[in-house]
């Protein structure tokens, strides 16, 4: 930390000495510096006002003063640099004439490349004196670099423009005396030295030397955290005890994207007013990112994510929020993910799904709005016009924002305006210089988002509190006390390269073999530049990485069993004092004084903890209700296979899942569902085993051939052009099924010629039925749905329930004393069978042989009861199919006995993961783990 009582201020002493010459022009490096040294020029220069225009941004200064013999010529606005650099790239499409910057076979894909054409501009005056003064001999790329250079010469001269950056000695200053403080600082300014520094015009007012030697202190912690405590307690102490006011402090932050947020939480947290001055990007925000987000529908054929995107933007004013929202639960349920090119032909997903769709058919409205729409979108983005990008943006507007919407907010009203604004500027341009054919461009509408991501916006911000700044723009602000943050090596050296556009062996032919490391320069002139004391803080580790303490300050270590450990800022911090008092038997007392913010967070946990016990009111109600209904059918509860499996799992969950129906907020579109190919697959061989029935054919299989007959194959081919004209897909799920056929095709004749192999001579004698049992005591009833059941020649049934994959077998299907809620679909399944009957009629099968699964891809089954010896083909199986039926008997036992335990707590509404001991791995995985909180321990209690 550096203090300084009193000091011989080169700022002040150069604006004393000048201030009374009307001619004189001050110039700084950011504006914040300049409109504060306007403002401090007030306080310590006797007068009572100052002319604003005398106190400019070296930016500014570079736009509308420098020039030398150009008197009649305009300087060139950089947005001309960059309707230049479009109109380049357009030129070059249609007759490639740059051979190593944009290599000709991408030359019609290269629009990315303007942005960084119109960057190198102002530099290529430079580097042509350098090729020249070192008699390089241009190389492919330099030829490239030639052309641009010839091309943005024609392109000034023709337009009577002149780039402040190719202006040569003498200065011309029309009356003016300007005094540039700083310059070396400044990351373009070798560009215009030559220039600036070959006149009395200009006083150059550099660093001195002497401060240069100095190497003041960085405060080192331990991490980010305690560095910022450190930080929000000096600056409470600055105001408290020195009485420094909140805005005449500042903190310089080198990423402030990365630190911001933590520094406001800890500002607002110890109840310092502050004032963010960061500059972002107009399209970083919610309304300055609808034009980018009206580009990416068109751009991206009106994919489900572009749509949804723009439509759930919630900082513009929608007039049809419901429509919006209504549109998007429509392609989600109807897999409207993207359009596609079929045939030559653009298919939009959104047009086939409202005319083939998956569940109910969409309103007229919605059809209405998505073309309306559409065609806006489309419109405004192939505007050939910047003025036609306007008239499109307004017929936009007129369709489908209300701007007097309570909740569209100020703050992206004048974002949005001023998007408006930087539109009106290009339009302006474009008029004055159509003639010229430079505004000819591509793509006009994707060039002005491109512009916006490059203009920033500065949010005005009311309170007067610490100025928090990005560390470039505020090193020689007037404040009384700097605050420099993550002051580390990598954070705060700053390194600038001259023609970056080079690779380093070219710059090295030019003679700029070393960077310009002007570290040390800004670091000094924060020490010097501050009026009472300067403070520079780092840490061990930050938010990101590790760091350690810039080379150019010197370390004062804080770290436990350093030196200056003890050594602290903190005097009297509440929260540190609070939480001692609490945590340690050491007579700590509780602090005099808090927060508001810890009042208030307090109050609330109070509260919340008063009703912490409180039961949901009418939760009772909702669960007999939904219980009837979903779970209930004439007075008698429904039990499912499914249902039995989700409550031992965890019953808990099974009543957020299956009762309250509790799901996480889901809006994204999938291709195709997760379970829609098992149900395709499933439906093939339904509609086969269903054809063979009807034909009164059986399942065949010859060894000779290693393959089913010719005529089952044709019933195989109708029942998959069947499936496909009956799936209950979507459409875009439709056109894939169709377009997967060969897949599914060798699938499914793979799995029926091994299925047909197991079981030859077999006849289907069920296909997708459901039974139902009903309980002795008539207190429930099962329901199942069996997959298929064959006969074999000789009378028996076997019951196969089909899975897409043996990844889907149940991993432990049999009931132990390690396993106590076992698999309960098969043994329910044949009990279904055996004891109940058809739901649509009273048949049944009175004895079923064998259980089993069968995967369809893959073509492995899994036995699981078998009273005939032909199933178990293993040796070691055959062997323990005694053993095996006797599991299963006492596992089907078990599951009734769950049953029962099912039926007593879903009527008693207890779902306690108590009842299951449900385990801390499941409740690991669990999806609801954030809103049962089993696992944790509050108030004393696990559940």
Do not use: M
């Given at each position: 930390m550096s203090g300084k009582a009193t000091k011989d201020d080169i700022i002040k002493k150069t604006i004393l000495e000048s201030i009374k010459d009307r001619n004189a022009v001050f110039v700084f490096p950011t504006q914040i510096c300049a409109s504060m040294w306007a403002d401090k020029t007030i306080e310590f220069s006797g007068t009572s006002a100052v002319a604003l225009e005398r106190f400019i941004a070296w930016d500014e200064f570079k736009g509308s003063s420098i020039r030398s013999r150009q008197q009649d010529k305009t300087s060139v606005p950089s947005i001309m640099r960059d309707i230049f650099a479009e109109n380049i790239i357009k030129q070059n499409s249609q007759n490639p004439f740059l051979k190593k910057i944009v290599m000709p076979e991408y030359a019609k894909t290269a629009s990315r490349f303007s942005s960084w054409i119109a960057s190198i501009l102002p530099s290529l005056s430079m580097w042509k004196k350098y090729l020249e003064k070192n008699k390089v001999t241009p190389d492919d790329e330099d030829q490239d670099f030639l052309e641009l250079y010839n091309r943005y010469k024609?392109?000034?001269?023709?337009?009577?423009?002149?780039?402040?950056?190719?202006?040569?000695?003498?200065?011309?200053?029309?009356?003016?005396?300007?005094?540039?403080f700083f310059p070396e600082i400044l990351m373009d300014y070798s560009e215009y030295k030559e220039l600036l520094e070959?006149?009395?015009?200009?006083?150059?007012?550099?660093?001195?030397?002497?401060?240069?030697?100095?190497?003041?202190?960085?405060h080192y912690y331990k991490d980010t955290r305690v560095e910022l405590r450190e930080v929000v307690n000096y600056l409470r102490d600055k105001y408290e005890n020195e009485k420094i006011s909140w805005d005449k402090m500042s903190v310089a932050v080198p990423d402030l994207e990365t630190y911001g947020p933590y520094i406001q939480r800890d500002f607002d947290i110890y109840e310092i007013p502050y004032a963010i001055k960061n500059g972002k990007p107009l399209s970083s925000s919610g309304a300055g990112r609808f034009f980018r987000q009206v580009l990416n529908c068109s751009s991206d054929y009106f994919s489900f994510e572009s749509l949804k995107g723009l439509l759930f933007n919630k900082e513009l004013p929608w007039k049809d929020e419901a429509g919006n929202n209504n549109l998007i639960v429509f392609g989600q349920g109807n897999n409207c993910l993207c359009s596609f090119e079929y045939e030559g032909k653009r298919v939009d997903v959104w047009e086939e799904s409202f005319e083939a769709p998956l569940k109910q058919r969409p309103s007229v409205h919605e059809k209405i709005y998505y073309r309306n729409l559409k065609q806006k979108i489309n419109a405004l983005v192939s505007s050939k016009t910047f003025a036609e990008i306007r008239t499109g943006y307004f017929a936009f507007r007129e369709a489908f924002f209300d701007f007097n919407k309570e909740t569209f907010s100020e703050q992206n009203d004048k974002i949005l305006s001023r998007c408006i604004s930087e539109l009106g500027s290009l339009i302006d341009l474009e008029e004055k210089y159509k003639d010229t054919g430079v505004f000819d461009i591509d793509a006009p509408f994707e060039f002005f988002c491109n512009y916006l991501d490059d203009k920033m916006y500065v949010p005005k911000n009311a309170e007067r509190g610490v100025q928090i700044l990005p560390y470039k723009t505020a090193a020689?602000?007037?404040?009384?006390?700097?605050?420099?943050?993550?002051?580390?090596?990598?954070?705060?050296?700053?390194?600038?390269?001259?023609l970056t556009f080079l690779r380093d062996d070219k710059r090295a032919k030019l003679g700029f073999k070393e960077d310009s490391n002007i570290t040390q320069k800004f670091i000094t002139l924060y020490d010097m530049v501050s009026e009472k004391e300067t403070l520079f803080t780092c840490s061990g580790e930050t938010i990101s990485a590790y760091g350690f303490t810039n080379s150019y300050l010197t370390e004062i270590d804080h770290n436990p069993g350093k030196?200056?450990?003890?050594?602290?800022?903190?005097?009297?911090?509440?929260?540190?004092?609070?939480?001692?008092?609490?945590?340690?038997?050491?007579?700590?007392?509780f602090p005099q004084r808090v927060f508001e913010s810890a009042f208030n967070g307090f109050e609330s946990w109070k509260k919340a903890f008063a009703v912490k016990e409180k039961p949901l009111e009418n939760l009772d109600e909702i669960l007999d209700e939904r219980i009837n209904r979903y779970f209930k059918v004439d007075g008698k509860v429904k039990i499912s296979s499914t249902a039995m499996s989700s409550f031992f799992g965890c019953p808990r969950a099974f009543m957020m899942n299956k009762v309250l129906y509790v799901r996480e907020m889901d809006d994204e579109a999938e291709l195709i569902g997760v379970f829609t190919e098992g149900r395709h697959n499933h439906k093939i061989l339904e509609l086969y085993c269903k054809a063979l029935k009807s034909n009164r054919l059986v399942l065949s299989y010859s060894a000779e051939t290693d393959d089913i007959p010719e005529s089952h194959k044709v019933l195989l081919e109708k029942a998959i052009e069947q499936a496909e004209e009956e799936a209950e897909e979507s459409y875009l799920a439709g056109q894939i099924l169709k377009t997967e056929r060969p897949k599914f095709r060798k699938t499914i004749l793979e799995c029926v010629k091994k299925f047909s192999q197991i079981f030859n001579g077999f006849s289907p004698f069920e296909n997708e039925v459901n039974y139902v049992y009903e309980s002795?005591?008539?207190?429930?009833?099962?329901?199942?749905?069996?997959?298929?059941?064959?006969?074999s020649p000789s009378g028996e049934f076997i019951l196969i329930d089909f899975k897409n994959t043996k990844s889907a077998f149940p991993k432990t299907p049999y009931y132990s004393d390690d396993n106590i809620y076992p698999n309960t679909q098969l043994p329910l399944y044949k009990l279904i069978v055996e004891k109940g009957h058809k739901n649509d009629s009273e048949s049944k099968i009175d004895k079923i042989s064998a259980c089993m699964f069968y995967a369809i891809k893959g073509n492995e089954k899994k036995v699981l009861y078998s009273d005939v010896n032909y199933l178990f083909t293993n040796g070691k199986e055959k062997k323990r199919q005694g053993e095996f039926n006797e599991m299963f008997e006492d596992t089907q036992n078990r599951c009734l006995e769950m049953a029962d335990f099912y039926v007593e707590h879903l009527l008693d509404k207890n779902f306690s993961?108590?009842?299951?001991?449900?385990?801390?791995?499941?409740?690991?995985?669990?999806?609801?783990?954030?809103?049962?909180?089993?696992?944790?321990?509050?108030?004393?209690?696990?559940d």
């Open positions: 024609d392109f000034l001269d023709k337009n009577n423009f002149f780039d402040p950056a190719w202006e040569t000695p003498p200065f011309d200053s029309n009356g003016k005396k300007y005094f540039i070959s006149t009395d015009d200009i006083v150059i007012v550099n660093i001195p030397q002497s401060e240069l030697i100095h190497k003041p202190d960085a020689c602000a007037p404040f009384d006390v700097h605050v420099i943050v993550d002051a580390s090596q990598s954070s705060i050296s700053v390194v600038y390269k001259q030196k200056y450990a003890d050594k602290s800022f903190i005097k009297d911090d509440s929260y540190l004092e609070e939480r001692k008092s609490f945590l340690f038997k050491d007579g700590s007392e002795p005591d008539g207190d429930y009833i099962i329901d199942g749905h069996i997959d298929c059941i064959l006969k993961p108590e009842l299951t001991e449900v385990g801390f791995e499941d409740c690991r995985s669990c999806d609801y783990r954030p809103i049962c909180r089993r696992n944790y321990t509050l108030n004393g209690k696990r």
